[in-house]
């Protein structure tokens, strides 16, 4: 892999890039805004944590959040449609996975963060 000038690795043309740059205007900054909201509710935010795991079907999804099936279904349908995950059949089962990487690593990232905040360790240069 060969370097920018800013240090950020080149992926080769057939390996997904990692990091794009960006300079955040009007429709960047409402997108990722709407991302932000869908993670801001603590039910949807636990869902994504799970499929971040890997693919998950709404039965998995209800016995790890603990909620009723259909808070879940619900929660669910609001992440499909802001795109935040894709679904599949397998047979009478829909399978639910993030739809992106970048997606895996904001989630993981916000509970480094949260956990951080809430044991007092110490913040990450």
Request: glycine share 8%.
């Amino acid at each position: 892999m060969s370097s920018q000038p800013h240090g950020a690795p080149v992926p080769a043309p057939d390996e997904p890039s990692l990091v794009h740059p960006v300079t955040p205007g009007p429709e960047l900054l409402e997108t990722a805004a709407g991302t932000l909201r869908m993670l801001a509710e603590p039910t949807r935010l636990h869902l994504l944590w799970k499929l971040g795991q890997g693919p998950q079907t709404v039965t998995e999804l209800t016995a790890a959040a603990g909620v009723p099936r259909t808070v879940v279904s619900q929660h669910l349908a609001k992440l499909r449609l802001s795109g935040l995950v894709d679904t599949r059949k397998d047979g009478r089962h829909v399978i639910y996975s993030l739809h992106d990487g970048h997606l895996v690593r904001l989630i993981q990232e916000t509970f480094n963060h949260a956990d951080h905040r809430i044991t007092g360790e110490p913040t990450h240069g």
